[in-house]
């Protein structure tokens, strides 16, 4: 079983910046598709952005131009660079893994965006 373990969550005002970053484990199969999701309170858990083996992207459109995903593939390690942070990118951001005997969630980071 895959284990995915976040870091990089925390408290920043708006206009500030933080990085996140998920590193896997335990890996059995091999890891196709890396992404974060983020789930604010009441709120279903939506794709913030994804990333493929060969470093193909997709952005939610809230965070193009604002957000960067990125992976190590030797480390097993995605990231997300996170700029110019608004209130609304408030949430608890989740790292997903999709492959062969490679389908996990993390635990979840919490991202407080607030002056």
């Known amino acids: 079983q895959v284990q995915l373990v976040e870091s990089g969550g925390g408290l920043v005002q708006p206009g500030g910046s933080l990085r996140l970053s998920c590193a896997a484990s335990r890996i059995t199969g091999s890891i196709a598709i890396m992404g974060w999701y983020r789930q604010a309170p009441g709120k279903q858990r939506d794709l913030v952005a994804s990333i493929t083996p060969d470093g193909g992207t997709n952005y939610a459109d809230s965070v193009k131009g604002r957000f960067t995903i990125s992976r190590d593939n030797a480390k097993s390690t995605v990231y997300l660079q996170m700029n110019n942070l608004k209130p609304e990118d408030t949430a608890v951001y989740y790292c997903?893994?999709?492959?062969?005997?490679?389908?996990?969630w993390g635990q979840g980071t919490q991202v407080t965006v607030s002056s």
């Open positions: 997903k893994t999709t492959g062969i005997r490679s389908n996990a």
